[in-house]
Nanobody, 120 residues
Framework: VQLQASGGGLVQSGGSLRLSCAASGRIYSINDMGWYRQAPGKQRELVAAITSGGSTNYADSVKGRFTISRDNAENTVLLQMNSLKPEDTAVYIC???????????????WGQGTQVTVSS
């Protein structure tokens, strides 16, 4: 199973970016999907998560600015980021709890990360 993230980049404060992460491989089903971020010198933190049923959870720092969504048919999770701030600068990493075809067991999988830089 692989997670491929895209959509990062450089944007000015107040701007928007949309991140996408697609899961591929021997996938039976996907439970939770989410986005984490890690800034230099800081611990990785959860940004937003979404269950297979569509329930969402956001970090307090991004509520009202970020929206997470998913396309279950395409095994894709999206993160729409609006009103970006310099403190949102980090590597954004997608995550999925995947039930694999061969083992029928759930495993956590991580994408490679995509850089988001917000200039002031």
């Amino acid at each position: 199973v692989q997670l491929q993230a895209s959509g990062g980049g450089l944007v000015q404060s107040g701007g928007s970016l949309r991140l996408s992460c697609a899961a591929s491989g021997r996938i039976y089903s996907i439970n939770d999907m989410g986005w984490y971020r890690q800034a230099p010198g800081k611990q990785r933190e959860l940004v937003a998560a979404i269950t297979s049923g569509g329930s969402t959870n956001y970090a307090d720092s991004v509520k009202g600015r970020f929206t997470i969504s998913r396309d279950n048919a395409e095994n894709t999770v999206l993160l729409q980021m609006n009103s970006l701030k310099p403190e949102d600068t980090a590597v954004y990493i997608c995550n999925a709890r995947v039930r694999e075809v061969l083992t029928q067991r759930y495993f956590q999988h991580w994408g490679q990360g995509t850089q988001v830089t917000v200039s002031s």
